[in-house]
């Protein structure tokens, strides 16, 4: 009995993800004699190692002392950083600059230490810690620190969808030919059009990652945010926040979306259906939301109402979105470009087209991804610069809900139920109350906000309002999420 307990406590550590990073310290002195010279400090990679990690520190700086570092996987060169520094991890599907991502194989690899100038009199002592990673902390995010662009709670302007050569983005060459569009192109193309993050979802796969986490640093005001559109034969869906490849492969290695979904969750990630209401047929396969059995809907975190252009008519994912609510779902209204094409040639969606507008504590993934979850998100059609649309309902008792929460209402209460926007003229508001739409007056406040307000009586019953912008032509321009009414969660 007592032999069978660090067995059960190292799998209950595993179960719950407990189970700590193994880190390595390698130590030692340089001298004189290591002066344009080179070191191998071997250390041991075990099986289903997902990151390997490297970090140097000496204090040989004041001296003159330079150390180069590199590394050796089981197999051989994995990557050379010379002087350029002092922390660089490999992982399956990222790298430090100047390393290579992919498989890594178990086995003796080395740290490989150069030293271009050490003086002859001088004893460096330099540490060197190795950090091991399993598959497990990779898929959960657990071997990344977190990123956070910025530290303020705000309104944070992204476009949620978009392709580049990883899958299926196209734009014009030097010499005017239709290739391959390289990512960091669509990344300008989101610079330009103001927006504070990007999720770059490609189809079924996620060979973009490392090229993601090496334009990060540059992209210090533009938050990154790894996505993959699960492109299947019965629905797309985004997934924002993934760390690995995700099952696709619908009807064959997947039975249904149930485990996929729970795999995102899991993971900390968050799964949006894409384009509900677009067609499926030879036009555009596998593009409408068909699934073939019961889907989890509970698990859904987000609905892309808005599709690049499609905005109103049958193609627009509201219709799909509303029924849900009307169902008791309570899923996030998003949009998203699906820019395939960063300069718009030829027809094509922009970036940042539509744009979706959410409301964090900070311009982090995971500020962003918890914020999408909460709902306090608008999608601006147009993505025009400095537009705002909120919605609050407060109770005559002085509680309060903002977009995206809930209230509990007794019936016979009454509550205001009030939007604030900002937007250019001609704009004006529509409430929408469980699907029924009504014009609001809108008046503009000391503070030059336009607001309006609807008093409503609650019924005890469940309801959701919200409020979308319209266009003199009818037209949507900015659609918002719901404050819920008596919602159990
Ligand atoms: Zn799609
Ligand atoms: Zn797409």
């Given at each position: 009995?007592r032999?069978l307990?660090?067995a059960l406590?190292?799998?209950?550590a595993a179960?719950?993800?407990?189970?700590?990073?193994q880190t390595?310290?390698?130590?030692g002195?340089?001298?004189?004699?290591d002066h344009?010279?080179?070191?191998?400090?071997?250390?041991?990679?075990?099986?289903?190692t997902?990151?390997?990690?490297?970090a140097?520190?000496?204090?040989g700086d004041?001296e003159?002392?330079?150390?180069?570092?590199?590394?050796?996987?089981?197999?051989?060169?994995?990557?050379?950083?010379?002087?350029?520094r002092?922390?660089?991890?490999?992982?399956?599907?990222?790298?430090?600059?100047?390393?290579l991502?992919?498989?890594?194989?178990?086995?003796?690899?080395?740290?490989l230490?150069?030293?271009p100038?050490?003086?002859a009199?001088?004893?460096?002592?330099y540490?060197?810690?190795?950090?091991?990673?399993d598959?497990?902390d990779?898929q959960?995010g657990?071997?990344?620190?977190p990123?956070?662009l910025?530290?303020?709670?705000?309104?944070?302007?992204?476009?949620?969808?978009?392709?580049s050569?990883?899958?299926d983005?196209?734009c014009s060459?030097q010499?005017g030919?239709?290739?391959?569009?390289?990512?960091?192109?669509s990344?300008?193309?989101?610079v330009?059009q103001?927006?504070?993050f990007?999720?770059v979802?490609?189809?079924?796969t996620?060979?973009?990652?490392?090229e993601?986490?090496?334009?990060?640093?540059?992209?210090?005001r533009?938050?990154?945010?790894?996505?993959?559109?699960?492109?299947?034969f019965q629905?797309h869906?985004?997934?924002?926040?993934?760390?690995?490849?995700?099952?696709?492969?619908l009807?064959?290695t997947?039975?249904d979306w149930n485990?996929l979904?729970?795999?995102?969750n899991?993971?900390?990630?968050?799964?949006?259906?894409?384009?509900?209401?677009?067609?499926?047929g030879?036009?555009?396969?596998?593009c409408?939301?068909?699934?073939?059995?019961?889907?989890?809907?509970?698990a859904?975190?987000?609905?892309?109402?808005?599709?690049?252009?499609?905005?109103?008519g049958p193609r627009?994912?509201?219709?799909f979105?509303e029924?849900?609510l009307?169902?008791?779902?309570?899923?996030?209204?998003?949009?998203?470009?699906?820019?395939?094409?960063p300069d718009?040639d030829?027809?094509?969606?922009p970036v940042?087209?539509?744009?979706?507008?959410?409301h964090?504590?900070?311009?982090?993934?995971?500020a962003?991804?918890?914020?999408?979850r909460?709902?306090r998100?608008?999608?601006?059609?147009?993505?025009?610069?400095?537009s705002?649309?909120?919605?609050s309902l407060?109770?005559?008792?002085?509680?309060?809900?903002?977009?995206?929460?809930?209230?509990?209402?007794?019936?016979?209460q009454w509550?205001?139920?009030?939007?604030?926007?900002?937007?250019?003229?001609?704009?004006r508001?529509?409430?929408?109350v469980?699907?029924?739409r009504?014009?609001?007056?809108?008046a503009?406040?000391?503070d030059g906000?336009?607001?309006?307000?609807l008093?409503w009586?609650a019924d005890?019953e469940r309801h959701?309002?919200?409020?979308?912008?319209r266009?003199?032509d009818?037209?949507?321009?900015?659609?918002?999420?719901?404050?819920?009414?008596?919602?159990?969660?």
């Open positions: 009995m032999a307990l660090p406590l190292a799998a209950l179960s719950t993800g407990a189970e700590a990073a390595l310290q390698l130590q002195t340089l001298t004189g004699a344009q010279r080179y070191r191998e400090l071997p250390f041991e990679v075990p099986a289903g997902a990151r390997v990690e490297v140097l520190q000496h204090a004041g003159r002392t330079v150390i180069d570092l590199g590394l050796l996987d089981a197999h051989g060169f994995r990557g050379w950083s010379g002087g350029a002092r922390s660089i991890s490999v992982s399956r599907y990222d790298a430090s600059g100047g390393y991502p992919g498989a890594l194989p178990a086995g003796r690899w080395k740290v230490l150069g030293i100038n050490i003086r009199t001088v004893r460096t002592p540490r060197v810690e190795v950090t091991l990673w598959e497990a990779v959960a657990r071997d990344r620190a990123l956070v910025r530290d303020t709670a705000g309104w944070y302007r992204g476009d949620l969808h978009m392709h050569t990883h899958s983005g196209s060459s010499q030919a239709k290739v391959p569009c390289p990512l960091f192109l990344l300008q193309a989101a330009r103001g927006l504070d990007v999720a979802t490609e189809h079924n996620v060979s973009h990652l490392e993601l986490a090496r334009h990060q640093p540059w992209f210090d533009l938050l990154l945010i790894p996505g993959m559109e699960v492109t299947t629905g869906a985004n997934v924002f926040g993934v760390n690995g490849p995700l099952p696709f492969r009807g064959d997947l039975p485990p979904l729970r795999q995102v899991d993971s900390g990630a968050l799964l949006s259906i894409n384009h509900p209401a677009l067609p499926s030879e036009d555009c396969m596998g409408g939301w068909t699934p073939a059995t019961p889907v989890d809907m509970g859904v975190a987000a609905v892309e109402v808005v599709n690049a252009g499609q905005a109103d627009a994912g509201v219709g979105w029924r849900q009307q169902q008791g779902r309570r899923l996030t209204a998003i949009g998203g470009s699906d820019s395939h094409n718009a030829g027809g094509t969606t940042g087209l539509p744009a979706t507008l959410v964090a504590q900070a311009l982090s993934r995971e962003i991804l918890a914020a999408i909460q709902g998100v608008v999608v601006d059609v147009a993505n025009v610069a400095g705002r649309l909120d919605l407060q109770a005559d008792d002085g509680r309060r809900a903002a977009m995206g929460q809930a209230l509990a209402l007794q019936a016979g509550a205001t139920l009030e939007a604030e926007l900002d937007y250019p003229d001609p704009a508001l529509e409430f929408i469980d699907g029924r009504q014009p609001a007056a809108m503009r406040d000391a906000s336009r607001r309006a307000r008093r009586q005890g959701w309002l919200r409020v979308d912008v266009g003199d009818g037209r949507l321009l900015m659609l918002g999420n719901p404050v819920y009414v008596n919602w159990p969660h």
